[in-house]
C-alpha cells in the first residue's frame, strides 16, 4: 500500500521517526521487524472499531484495494487511514478553526460552514412536500403520547446541567430542547415512531446520501442550546423549518446569523461549533436530518460507515454488559419515558 504514503506524506512531516508508522500498510517484501510494525500499527489502528475476525479482513482487502487505486476515489480516506495509522493530533490543513472541537476530521473535505442549497438536486422535492411533512408533525399533537423525549446527553460528556432524574445532562442552559427520533444509526429502533411518520420517512429515504440521522427538533420558547461541535466532518446537517419566529437563529462557526425560514432547506457543517437559539413565544419546530458530505466518494461512504457501524454495534453490547446506564444509548433509551409538557411542544 504505497499509495498510501504519498497521501500522508504532509501529515506525517515533523513526527519523530522513532513514534511514526511505515508509511504503507501493506508489509508483503519487506523485512520481518518492519513488518511487524506496520501490521501493530494496523491491528491498533482498527482495534477502535470492534471488528470481529471476518470484518476484520474485510477491512484489510478493502485497504490493500485502495492502496492500489490510481484514481482519487478514496484520497481522503488513504489520507484518514495514514492519521490514524500514524497517530496524528494536529487538525488536516484543510479545516477551519471552527471545527477545532470536532473530534473526528477527515482531511481533503471542504471546511464550508454554510452550503448552497442549489448544488443538491432533492432540495425542491423536499420543500415542495412541506405540507405533507407538516401534517405528520401536527397529528403528533392530538396522540395521548407523541413520541417526543427530552434531548439528553452522558453526564460524562457535559457540566452544563446535570438533570435530577438522574438521565443524562440537557445541552441547553435556558428553555428546553425536546426531540422525536425518526433514525439514528442502525443500532436503535425507533420503528414505532416512523410508523406515526410514514410519509416523512419515504421522503428521507429517497435523499441521495442520506446519512442515518433524521429527528423532529423542538425548541420551546426562550431557549438556547449551547456551543458545540459536531462528531465528525463526514457529514452535512440539514433543517427544514416547521414551525419558526422571526426571533429563531443558529450561529455556525463565524457566521453570525444563519438565515431559518419556514418550509426551506438549510445546509450546513455541523463539525463547525455551532449554537442556536429560540428567542421567540412559540415552539420552533425543525425536521434535521443528515447527509453524506458529498466532497466524499460513494466508496469512501461506504467503508467508512461499515467502520462505524461496527464500532456503534458493539459499544452498544459492552456498555448494556457492563450495566453503566451514564451512556450514549442507554440516555436516549431512559429519556424516552420521561414526561414532556405539552406547552414545551406546541405553544
Request: charged content about 30%.
Amino acid at each position: 500500500m504505497s499509495e498510501l504514503s504519498a497521501q500522508a506524506e504532509k501529515e506525517v512531516e515533523g513526527e519523530k521517526a522513532s513514534n511514526s508508522v511505515p508509511e504503507k500498510i501493506e508489509a508483503v517484501g519487506e523485512s520481518a521487524p518492519e513488518e511487524q510494525k506496520v501490521m501493530s500499527a494496523v491491528d491498533t489502528f482498527l482495534a477502535q472499531f470492534y471488528l470481529s475476525k471476518f470484518s476484520k479482513q474485510i477491512a484489510l482487502q478493502y485497504m490493500k484495494k485502495i492502496a492500489a487505486d490510481p484514481s482519487d476515489d478514496n484520497e481522503r480516506v488513504k489520507a484518514w487511514l495514514m492519521r490514524g495509522m500514524n497517530k496524528i493530533i494536529k487538525a488536516p490543513d484543510n479545516c477551519d478553526e471552527w471545527q477545532r472541537g470536532c473530534p473526528d476530521k477527515v482531511p481533503g473535505i471542504r471546511a464550508q460552514a454554510v452550503w448552497d442549497t442549489k448544488d443538491f438536486d432533492w432540495v425542491e422535492r423536499i420543500e415542495e412536500n412541506f405540507n405533507v411533512i407538516l401534517e405528520e408533525l401536527v397529528a403528533l399533537e392530538g396522540l395521548d403520547v407523541s413520541g417526543f423525549q427530552p434531548y439528553r446527553a452522558p453526564a460524562a460528556n457535559d457540566k452544563i446541567k446535570n438533570e435530577s432524574d438522574g438521565v443524562g445532562v440537557e445541552a441547553t442552559d435556558a428553555g428546553s430542547w425536546n426531540v422525536f427520533y425518526l433514525s439514528l444509526g442502525k443500532v436503535m429502533n425507533f420503528d414505532d415512531n416512523r410508523a406515526k411518520c410514514p410519509k416523512t420517512v419515504e421522503l428521507l429515504e429517497g435523499i441521495p446520501g442520506i446519512y442515518g440521522h433524521s429527528f423532529f427538533s423542538c425548541l420551546s420558547p426562550k431557549s438556547h442550546i449551547t456551543k458545540h461541535n459536531g462528531p465528525t466532518n463526514k457529514k452535512l446537517r440539514c433543517f427544514l423549518p416547521l414551525t419558526c419566529g422571526e426571533n429563531a437563529r443558529l450561529r455556525v462557526g463565524g457566521v453570525e446569523r444563519v438565515p431559518l425560514q419556514k418550509g426551506k432547506i438549510l445546509i450546513w457543517d455541523d463539525s463547525f461549533e455551532h449554537e442556536s437559539w429560540n428567542d421567540d413565544e412559540t415552539s420552533r419546530i425543525t425536521l434535521i436530518f443528515d447527509i453524506w458530505n458529498p466532497d466524499l466518494h460513494p466508496k469512501e461512504r461506504k467503508f467508512l460507515s461499515f467502520l462505524t457501524n461496527s464500532q456503534l454495534r458493539a459499544q452498544k453490547k459492552i456498555v448494556e454488559a457492563s450495566g453503566n446506564e451514564d451512556n450514549f444509548f442507554s440516555v436516549i433509551d431512559r429519556a424516552q419515558y420521561l414526561d414532556v409538557a405539552k406547552e414545551e411542544l406546541w405553544t
